[in-house]
């Protein structure tokens, strides 16, 4: 297979926007296309698009060849829309990873975007229970947050995982979030009112989940020469990995706080990448809410099974500790706009390993990894890296 | 302008929709029950018209017990979709076996408990669309 690297990337402010669905993509395309001078739209070979509702929220499907044309993007080689719920964006990357690591294409965009808050984010609410089983599942109500509560409640019970450290990831997240001018929540959190915000499902209150947020994304994947030609410091995709356990909550391993899918996805990056947990200086993981966000920590091997709330306590996931973790705010900073997170992520090591993060920038970044997932049963890995192997 | 809830949040249940109309026959009448493939002889939950074993599309209709034991569950206060209210009692189940998602009703008169004895209580929901009675498979403490 042929080397692949990002060799552009962009972000959109995240929040509840006052932008159309369109504005939206033109934004994100916008930042990735000035961030590699001379490239234009029309270089470009292809365009993967994920997203996951604009049917229900914009009333809008056709959307790769929407956001081709909104961005003056012909495409030769490939265009696709990629809708996998939470992970539609990382997705997305691993098509055109493939695409170009094949020799099929050299230069493709990937973009993610959605817009939950249309007309508003209780539609929003309502929509995602599309991304569970409607017959079995959604018909009674459920949604996310009591998936991951369940999570929750049993990583305490078995490991003695307390609410304070579930707690101390929001804290985490939402500082991070103040140093990134496109997060959602710019205003930080400390542990009391993180510990003393409503309840949503429990053990999980409100500054432990992500929130219905607007927002698009997106990065430029090319071969090895292409991207030395438009930048000298392309950022590598060293691994990738994808594993399933299953959709509906019963048919998942009936332990909910092991989530053997996101370490098999895990170990074939690190193994793809050459790479081990020690290795990797930062991470974007898929915090959709707290309890994943530690359980993360054990699966991708930052800790041991059972050790997560000690190491975030003990400020190993945060500034100066093993493993910066979600430098960007994560998702319960930043937002969760479903297709456009796993790009974000993507965009957020562009920026790391490059030292472009400003007053986030880990320094020294080496190796990056990222994480996103479609509930509990799905995970997706990727690592970057700054030097191709 | 507000489109909440201009779907259907329920599956349709009658037999001209789909080829599990029997479940739903028998939960009205306040049985429980699931498929067993007619290939291998797997029992599965939910109910499916597909065997993801031996790849058989035959199946029967067997009877569950009506009672089950409390493995896991979390009460959601806030952020229900439109048309669902709080707190909801969201479990898992355990019948004869298999693992069952549903919620619990009567939440309200006193906190569920793991390993608790629930019994199975058919909740009627909004008629389908020929104004046909609907039911989910909902707990209650037994």
């Not at chain 1, 909104?70 to 098509?95: D, F, K, N, Q, W």
């Not at chain 1, 080496?366 to 994480?371: F, K, S």
């Amino acid at each position: 297979m042929r080397p692949v690297a990002l060799a552009g990337a962009g972000v959109c402010k995240f929040g509840v926007r006052q932008a159309s669905y369109r504005e939206l993509i033109w934004e994100a395309g916008k930042a990735c296309f000035d961030s590699v001078p001379g490239l234009r739209p029309r270089d470009l070979e292809g365009l993967v698009v994920g997203s996951v509702m604009p049917e229900r929220t914009a009333f809008q499907s056709h959307i790769a060849s929407l956001a081709a044309e909104a961005l003056g993007i012909r495409p030769t080689r490939l265009s696709a829309r990629t809708e996998h719920m939470c992970a539609s964006g990382s997705v997305g990357i691993r098509y055109a990873y493939a695409f170009i690591a094949a020799g099929l294409a050299d230069l493709v965009m990937v973009l993610g975007v959605e817009k939950l808050n249309q007309p508003s984010g209780a539609e929003a609410v309502l929509n995602m229970g599309t991304g569970v089983d409607r017959e079995w599942e959604a018909a009674f109500g459920l949604t996310a947050p009591p998936c991951f509560a369940l999570a929750a409640q049993r990583h305490m019970a078995q490991y003695g995982t307390t609410e304070e450290q579930l707690a101390l990831v929001g804290v985490k997240n939402h500082t991070h979030a103040t140093r990134n001018p496109n997060a959602h929540f710019g205003k930080g959190a400390t542990l009391e009112q993180v510990l003393c915000s409503r309840m949503i499902s429990s053990p999980l209150r409100l500054y432990m989940c992500s929130p219905i947020t607007d927002g698009a994304a997106a990065v430029v994947l090319a071969s090895a020469e292409r991207a030395r030609e438009l930048t000298d410091r392309p950022v590598w995709i060293r691994g990738t990995g994808q594993a399933l356990d299953g959709f509906q909550l019963s048919s998942l391993p009936e332990d909910y706080a092991h989530w053997p899918a996101l370490k098999r996805a895990g170990e074939a990056a690190y193994r793809m990448a050459g790479v081990g947990p020690r290795d990797v200086d930062v991470a974007e993981v898929h915090d959709c809410f707290a309890i994943a966000e530690l359980i993360a920590y054990e699966e991708l091997g930052f800790c041991k099974k059972g050790e997560s709330g000690s190491f975030v306590a003990a400020g190993r996931s945060d500034d100066g500790g093993d493993v910066v973790v979600n430098p960007r705010g994560g998702l319960i900073g930043c937002g969760h706009p479903l297709g456009a997170t796993g790009v974000a992520q993507a965009a957020e090591m562009f920026a790391q390993l490059r030292d472009e993060a400003g007053s986030r920038q880990v320094p020294g970044a080496a190796v990056g990894l990222t994480h996103n997932n479609s509930g509990m049963g799905e995970h997706v890995v990727m690592i970057y890296g700054r030097e191709p192997a | 302008m507000t489109y909440l809830r201009a779907v259907d949040p329920f599956p349709l249940q009658s037999a001209d929709q789909t080829k599990l109309a029997e479940f739903y026959a028998r939960l009205a009448t306040g049985r429980l029950s699931t498929t067993r493939c007619a290939g291998c002889g797997r029992m599965a939950w939910p109910p499916r018209a597909f065997c993801a074993e031996c790849c058989s599309d035959r199946f029967d209709w067997v009877d569950l017990s009506a009672e089950g034991t409390l493995k896991a569950f979390t009460v959601q206060d806030t952020g229900l979709p439109a048309g669902f209210t709080g707190p909801r009692v969201f479990a898992i189940v355990e019948v004869d076996g298999l693992r069952i998602f549903t919620i619990i009703l009567d939440g309200g008169a006193g906190s569920p408990s793991i390993g608790q004895r629930v019994r199975l209580r058919p909740l009627r929901v909004a008629d389908g669309p020929a104004g046909d009675p609907r039911w989910l498979p909902a707990f209650a403490p037994a």
